[in-house]
């Protein structure tokens, strides 16, 4: 991050600076024994980036804030919010390598921030929970795959005039549908007394 001060003018001095550094103005570019302020425009347009990137990352608008960020690393690579900050992004993508490494660097640059110690704990206990979901998978799965029936038969298949069918919904915002499948195929089959009811 550049040295050069930042001009806000009538920038509240409890808020964040908008430099970047994570201290409130007050303490940072706005400090009372600052030197004059010199407009540094680069920064000026990496915090305009940021603020960007943030929304959309609220906004779950993943692709567009890690975009954002790369664009600050292009040109601050060390920019230790958009390493950090992209490396939440690529975690919410379940990029866990990515995330690692963005967020490890960020904590190398400044490791007295508690938030990227955090994340960076999340990502490699996410990393510890993949393996062994992956580990749960290839064991269950190979003995559940007998129980598959492959393709899914038709709805109501092999239920013949007379017989009796009890359907039973969990109340899932689908039975409804599903329920009107289920008549569709019985007036398909010629099957009578078969109508949902919900």
């Not at 549908?177 to 009578?192: D, E, K, T, V």
Request: charged residues 20%; contains cysteine; negative net charge.
């Amino acid at each position: 991050m550049s040295d050069a001060r930042v001009a806000m003018p009538g920038q509240p001095r409890n808020a964040p600076c908008p430099c970047g550094s994570g201290r409130r103005y007050k303490e940072c570019h706005g400090a009372l024994d600052a030197p004059s302020f010199a407009v540094d425009w680069g920064i000026r347009r990496r915090n305009v980036t940021l603020a960007a990137a943030l929304v959309a990352q609220k906004a779950g608008d993943i692709a567009s804030a890690a975009a954002a960020y790369r664009e600050v690393l292009a040109d601050v690579p060390d920019h230790f919010d958009a390493l950090h900050m992209l490396g939440v992004v690529l975690l919410q993508d379940d990029r866990l390598d990515e995330a690692e490494t963005l967020i490890a660097r960020a904590v190398s640059l400044r490791p007295e921030v508690a938030a990227a110690q955090q994340n960076l704990a999340i990502v490699r206990q996410a990393r510890v929970i993949a393996a062994d979901e992956e580990a749960i998978c290839r064991a269950v799965l190979p003995r559940l795959a007998r129980l598959c029936v492959d393709p899914v038969p038709p709805l109501l298949s092999g239920v013949s005039q007379g017989d009796a069918v009890l359907v039973v919904f969990a109340g899932s915002a689908g039975d409804v549908a599903l329920a009107q499948r289920i008549a569709a195929a019985a007036a398909a089959s010629g099957l009578s007394g078969c109508m949902p009811s919900l």
